[in-house]
């Protein structure tokens, strides 16, 4: 394994992680048809109207895409919403992600992601040429400690 | 997050900066900070980006924007330079 490699296996990890949730979900939740829901949650308070005999999380008021209302656990809207969010993989990607930052709100649910990423290659900006990975990798400037990309760059 | 709530982010020096609500999720981007004159405010789709071109002659801090943004069409603030950052803040809506 090269230093990308690893690199590349940060940026796969979220993907595999998600892959894992919606795998889980899927199993514990067999009568649900996980790609007819679409995962909504309601108000800035969302209110918690039973518990799911499956896996035993709150449940909350949703949607399915026709619209139609149903009722689905947060563990399934989670794992939705995480799958929503993976990246495209690293051998089909010219940027990694490098510090994927996961967005929680206060009551549990997935709301997004702030993707940190950077180009494999060199690129042309307006302001100059943007130091590719590999680049950093040459020169030294881009270390993995602990799973974390640290960049220093000059 | 959650509805009305702020959300708020920083890049890692000279790196991309990508919000992507989840599935569901809808929000708004209300301000961006920009360091690098020339970069501006993106769209993007995870493949392609349209830009929310300001000026090419001032960093693009903008305090008063509203670029709705969804799971599928998101938003980037694009690598800034050498120890410079970008950031944003959002409201969720949905």
């Excluded at chain 1, 992600?97 to 996961?102: A, F, N």
Aim: aromatic fraction near 4%; include cysteine.
């Amino acid at each position: 394994m090269t230093l990308l490699d690893d690199i590349k296996a940060v940026h796969d990890e979220v993907n595999n992680v998600s892959k894992a949730k919606l795998s889980q979900v899927i199993t514990e939740h067999p009568d649900l048809q996980i790609d007819k829901i679409n995962p909504r949650v309601f108000g800035s308070i969302p209110q918690v109207v039973g518990t799911c005999p499956q896996c035993g999380d709150d449940m909350f008021d949703s949607l399915d895409k026709t619209g139609k209302p149903i009722q689905v656990c947060r563990n399934t809207i989670n794992a939705i919403r995480l799958d929503s969010i993976k990246h495209k993989p690293s051998n089909q990607s010219d940027e990694l992600c490098i510090d994927c930052q996961i967005i929680t709100d206060e009551f549990g649910f997935i709301t997004g992601a702030n993707h940190i990423t950077r180009s494999i290659e060199d690129k042309a900006l307006s302001w100059g040429i943007w130091k590719g990975i590999k680049t950093l990798i040459t020169a030294n400037q881009i270390q993995l400690k602990q799973g974390k990309v640290i960049i220093n760059e000059s | 997050m959650a509805v009305d709530d702020i959300i708020n982010a920083m890049s890692a020096a000279n790196a991309n900066l990508v919000y992507q609500p989840a599935a569901g999720v809808e929000a708004v981007v209300t301000s961006t900070a920009m360091d690098s004159v020339g970069q501006q405010p993106e769209k993007f789709d995870g493949t392609n980006s349209a830009i929310h071109r300001i000026s090419q002659s001032v960093q693009p801090n903008i305090i008063n924007s509203k670029i709705g943004v969804t799971n599928t069409v998101y938003y980037r603030n694009v690598a800034q330079g050498v120890g410079l950052y970008g950031a944003y803040s959002a409201i969720q809506t949905k």
